[in-house]
C-alpha cells in the first residue's frame, strides 16, 4: 500500500552516502595522526583502510563508530550528523573490533545470543545456522576458553552472517583466521557489497574483493588523506 | 531495519541472562565477596571481645561495615571482563539506550554479590549477639541500602575500567560516595532499638535507592564512555 513513499525514501538513500566524513582531524598524544582527511561511503563499496603500525587505522575506525569522540570534523550518516542519529546508526553498523567481544566462559551459542539479541531477535535455528556457516560445528557448547583465537574470531564472523546491518566496521579481522577463514570472509564480504552493504576494513593482507577502493593513511610525513 | 529489530526489554533480559551465566560459571566470583563478608564480620569477636554485651553494641556496624567492604571488593567484576573480552564496546555499540543495559548489568550483579550477604545477614547477626528486635530492620536497611553501595561503586568501576592499575582508587572514588548510606544503614538500626518509629528512616534510605537507581547507571554510562574513549 505505501509502496510509492518507501520507493522514494530508497531513492534518496542511493544517492547520499551511507557514510560522509570531512576534514576528520585528530591528534593523539600530540601527535597528528590525520587532517583534512575527507571520504565518502556509497552503498555496496568496499573501503580498504591502509597505512602503516600506528598511522591511526583503528582510531580512524573507532572514530567513525562513535566508540571516540576525539576529533574534530563531520562524519554524516545518511546525510544526517552522526551525533543526531546515533541510534538509527547503531542499528545499521555492526563493528568488528580487535577485542572480538566474545567472552571465555561463554560458549559461542551464549556469546552469539546475548549479541545478536542487542540488535535483533534471532531464532535458535539460524543461530545453529550461521555457527555452522562459520565452521563452529561441534564447538556451539563448548566455553568459550577451551577454543582458540581463530575461533573466536569465527564467533564474531557469526555475528556478521546474523546482523542486518548496512555497514560493517572491521578491524583487522583476518589476523587470527586460516586459510579457509579468509577465503570465507572474503566471500562474505563480497556478498555483502553485492546486496548493497559497505564495508570498511583495517587489512594488511591484499584483499581479494571486487570493487576495492583504498584509503592510505600516512605516517607523519604524508597528512593528507588520499583516495585511490 | 526489518521487524526483527530486538525490543529493548529484550535486550535488557539478554544482558541479564548473559550476566548471571557468567556469575553462575565463574563460582570463585560468586563466593568471594559472601565469604569476605563472613571472614570479616567473625573476625571482630576474636580482635574486640567475645563478651555478648560488647558485641552486641558494635554488631549492626560491624555488618555495615562488611557488607560495605564485601561490595567494594565484588565491584571490579562488574565491566573488567567485559572490557577486556570487548563485549563492552558490543554493548556501548547497541541501538538501545546505554542507561538500560548498564542498569541490567547492574541488577545482575547486585544479585550475585549483594543478595547473598542480606540473606546470611541475619545468620551473622546472631553469632554477633545482635539485640533481638531489630533483625528485620537489620535486613530491609541491607536489602535497601547494599543496591545503592552496588550503583554507586559501579560509577567508580566504569571510571577506572580503561586503567592498567587500579590499586585502591577504586575505593578513594567509591568510599566517599557510600558513607551516608553507612550512616543511614546504622541510624535506622540503632534508631530501631531506641523505639523510634522506623517509617523515616527507611524512607531516606528508600529514597537513596531511587535516587542510585535512576542517575547511577547514567553517570555509569557516561563514565564507561569515557574509558572506552
Redesign the interface.
Known sequence: MDKQPSDRTEQVETLTPLLAVDDLFCERDERVLFQNLSFRLAEGQVLQIKGGNGSGKTTLLRILCGLNDNYQGLIRWRGELLANCVEKFHDGMLYLGHRVGVSKVLTPRENLLWSGHLHRQISADEMDAALAQVGLQGFEDSQCFTLSAGQHQRVSLARLLLSEARLWVLDEPFTTLDVRGVTFLENLIGQHSDRGGSVLVTTHHALAVDGLTELTLGVGQMPRGSLS | ??A????LA??V???L??DL??AY??KNDLFNPFMFFVLVATLFPIGISPEPEALGEISAGVLWISALLASLLAMDNLFR??F????L????????PLYF?VLAKNIAHWLVSGLPIVLVSPLIAYMLNFPEGAYSTLVLTLLLGTPVLSLLGSIGVALTVGLGSRGLILAVITLPMSVPVLIAGTLTVSQTLEGASLSGYLAIMGAMLVAALTLAPLASAAAL?IS??
Open positions: 531495519m526489518s526483527a529489530r530486538s525490543t529484550g535486550a533480559v539478554a544482558t541472562r548473559r551465566l557468567i560459571k565463574r571482563a567485559d577486556e573480552d570487548g563485549s564496546e558490543l554493548l556501548m555499540l547497541s541501538p538501545h543495559l564512555r572506552v574513549n
